[in-house]
């Protein structure tokens, strides 16, 4: 398939625009970082509890950042998991004097968290007793039908459980009577009112990561990219020649600065999927950059009269219709995440969309314009090719 039919487009022409706009993002990225105190680390990096709560009532943001304020946590990162003001993810992290204290801290926090959101309801249900059947387990809930129906404990535990976690329910049984409709006999409900109470709020997920852990995570993280450059620029030297793979890897991290660049000037969080997002675009542009480099081999034995400036036009040219192709078909997917996909995947979109866009310009006015430099700088009369 060919979008474009024999495209002469002169790219190399636009060469030290394309750095002169690479630098000023790259530096105005860095500048915004050193003034605000580095990036935004995530709870994975940072240390901190993540807890996602679905309430059985709209619940506001505002409201719920009100009841974290009450116990020294409204700075907490809030997001609506979708629309309706019924389920959230509330990440929070100790202040900043007390991040070197142990996980237990962070978990004695969330225990916080948790009570705040209860209403009154519920905590004089639990001072008699009761279990919430919103957050109960298998086994809890088994042993509460174990004295009344000793054979079919099991069976109806495993029942309530899976309705209160399908996709219609997403956690929460707003009324018992719903259970009828899962030929659960009324002598069962009626044990249930007896010993559970229907909680206003669900805990869907919860993590807790302790400030050790979060830091060991960052070192790791900055290692494997590390690691994952420096393999590549030996695979290319040893495909290519070493000139290639010192284009590639400056362009790759041409990559990773304007990504951060722009995850510090949208505030947005970094957390172990934007890692991974970070590593993916770094392969997808290394993967378009070797396309184009392979194309350039093979040009300067075929176009021998050209200078290697037209050859790189030439061989840019060539893969264009597959730049393109490959990259919108992506761009697309990627873009359906972001938008539909919820805040949960946000930030991993937005990496991946970013990425490509980044990677597709850099694979073509950056890997090939150093090059390009290369060339005329430290090797002008011999050939680039293998």
């Known amino acids: 398939m060919q979008i474009f039919k024999k495209p002469t487009f002169n790219f190399m022409k636009y060469k030290f625009f394309a750095f002169a706009l690479s630098g000023i993002i790259i530096a105005v990225g860095i500048v915004n970082i050193t003034t605000k105190k580095g990036l935004n680390y995530g709870i994975d990096f940072a240390g901190g509890t993540l807890i996602q709560i679905r309430f059985r009532n709209p619940f506001s943001i505002a409201d ?8 020294g946590l409204g700075n907490s990162k809030i997001q609506e998991v979708e629309k309706g003001q019924r389920e959230f993810i509330i990440r929070t992290m100790l202040p900043e004097e007390d991040v070197d204290l142990e ?10 968290v948790v009570e705040t959101l209860k209403k009154d309801e519920d905590r004089l249900a639990s001072e008699k007793g009761l279990k919430n059947l919103n957050n109960i387990e298998m086994n809890q809930l ?55 109470y229907l909680g206003s709020m669900s805990i869907k997920r919860r993590e ?19 690691w994952a ?13 070493f000139a290639y793979g010192v284009a590639a890897i400056l362009t790759l991290a041409h990559d990773v600065l304007i990504t951060m660049g722009l995850f510090s000037l949208t505030n947005r969080e970094i957390n172990l999927p934007v890692i991974a ?51 919108g078909t992506t761009f697309l997917t990627v873009a359906a995440l972001f938008f539909f996909g919820g805040e949960v995947i946000n930030d991993f979109a937005f990496t991946i969309m ?24 430290f090797n002008p009369k011999k050939g680039m090719g293998k």
């Open 229 to 241: 450059l420096i393999g590549m620029l030996i695979y290319i030297g040893i495909r290519f020649k």
């Open 142 to 196: 088994t042993y509460v039908f174990q004295t009344s129906f000793p054979d079919k404990a099991e069976e109806l535990a495993e029942k309530i459980i899976d309705f209160r976690e399908s996709a219609e329910q997403k956690g929460i049984i707003e009324n018992l009577n719903q259970l009828t409709e899962l030929e659960i006999s009324p002598e069962a409900i009626e044990l249930l009112k007896e010993k559970t």
């Open 64 to 71: 719920l950042r009100q009841s974290l304020s009450n116990i």
């Open 103 to 112: 996980l237990e801290a962070h978990v004695i926090m969330g225990n916080k």
């Open 208 to 226: 807790t990561v302790g400030p050790q852990v979060g830091h060991e995570l960052r070192r790791r993280a900055t290692q494997a990219t590390i």
């Open 354 to 377: 970013i990425g490509i866009i980044i990677g597709t310009y850099s694979s073509i006015y950056q890997s090939c314009s150093i090059l390009l430099f290369w060339k005329k700088f």
């Open 277 to 327: 997002a970070i590593m993916t675009i770094v392969g997808y542009s290394l993967n378009d950059t070797i396309v184009i480099f392979d194309r350039v081999r093979d040009n300067i034995k075929i176009l021998r009269k050209l200078d290697f400036e037209n050859i790189l036009d030439t061989s840019i040219n060539q893969t264009l219709s597959r730049t393109v192709i490959t990259s």
